[in-house]
């Protein structure tokens, strides 16, 4: 991996986001306005990211190979990464619900909106589908098993499930079954996808700084020992410690590098959403996206740089 490319792309990231915070700060994101940006980031900015990945890479036996190998990786990572989040937490004398949160925000990050833009400029066409498999195994992962830990009863239920059932992972589908049957679109298409695709990185990294000011403004009331511990497990203890499973299974190398990326990520950008519909902490969620956000900009090419030593 090209570490220059890498910091030339996090230091573009954080002047977007940059900008996006002064536009918040002196234009407040209303709920209808947070709406119109995440349907045209979601709905069509990474849909187009995953078809011109599939479109623009020859799908043979390896490469499905490497698709099935990174969504299970993603899947078990995730689940791992959570119960060392819960380890972590049962250090601090705090109630169990408490705990389970932590260990949600310790493991499941910002795998779409930050993620998959980031790999897709760094690794390619390729690098993007991959990126956009591990993130299906991350929205598996968040519906069942975080969801689970967040209701009282721990049930498991259809209708979360129903929710990875989105436009992306149509897109994955319907992109991966046309290119096994060996259908291409016309080069227009191609074209469109193309263009579609780039607007999801400036977007997606507009809206995160769009939504800081509206954060802080709230004046929140989480306490620093709080936030510190997923935030130092999500972008620290985490991270590192896939990148030593990676070099003990000797994973393949395409899969390696954009699976630290992956896990290098901050927070979700759902945890405030999906603590506030299961009645969990909501502030705590937000906080720990906002600082990990900001943090994560240090932190992805450290993380990285020493990753690397791991991986070679």
Aim: hydrophobic share 55%; proline share 6%; charged share 10%.
């Amino acid at each position: 991996m090209e570490f220059q490319t890498l910091t030339q792309s996090i230091l573009i990231m954080a002047v977007i986001i940059g900008i996006g915070s002064l536009i918040g700060y002196r234009q407040p994101l209303t709920a209808d306005s947070r709406q119109l940006v995440i349907t045209i980031i979601v709905n069509v900015a990474m849909p187009c990211i995953i078809l011109d990945g599939i479109f623009q890479t020859p799908i043979d036996s390896n490469t499905l190979m490497q698709i099935f190998s990174i969504f299970i990786i993603s899947i078990l990572l995730n689940c791992l990464g959570i119960l060392i989040g819960w380890m972590g937490a049962r250090t601090l004398p705090l109630p169990s619900k408490k705990r389970r949160e932590i260990a949600i925000l310790s493991a499941l990050g910002n795998t779409g909106f930050i993620g998959l833009p980031l790999c897709a400029a760094l690794f390619g066409p390729k690098g993007a589908l991959l990126a956009a498999i591990f993130d299906a195994g991350v929205d598996v992962v968040l519906w069942t098993v975080a969801v689970m830990m967040l209701q009282e009863k721990g049930a498991f239920s259809l209708k979360g499930l129903k929710t990875i059932i989105n436009i992306p992972m149509i897109a994955i589908i319907l992109g991966l079954g046309s290119a096994l049957i060996g259908f291409a679109p016309p080069e227009p298409v191609k074209q469109l996808f193309g263009t579609l695709s780039k607007l999801a990185s400036p977007l997606a990294m507009m809206y995160i700084g769009m939504l800081l000011p509206m954060f802080l403004r709230n004046k929140p009331q989480v306490s620093f020992p709080l936030l510190s511990m997923p935030i130092a497990m999500k972008l620290f203890v985490f991270p590192l410690l896939t990148a030593f499973l990676l070099s003990a299974f000797a994973i393949d190398k395409d899969i390696s590098s954009v699976t630290l990326i992956q896990v290098a990520m901050p927070t979700l950008t759902l945890a405030s959403i999906l603590f506030g519909r299961y009645k969990a902490d909501e502030e705590m969620g937000a906080m720990t996206t906002v600082f990990s956000t900001l943090l994560a900009l240090l932190t992805i090419p450290a993380v990285v740089f020493m990753g690397s030593w791991f991986l070679h």
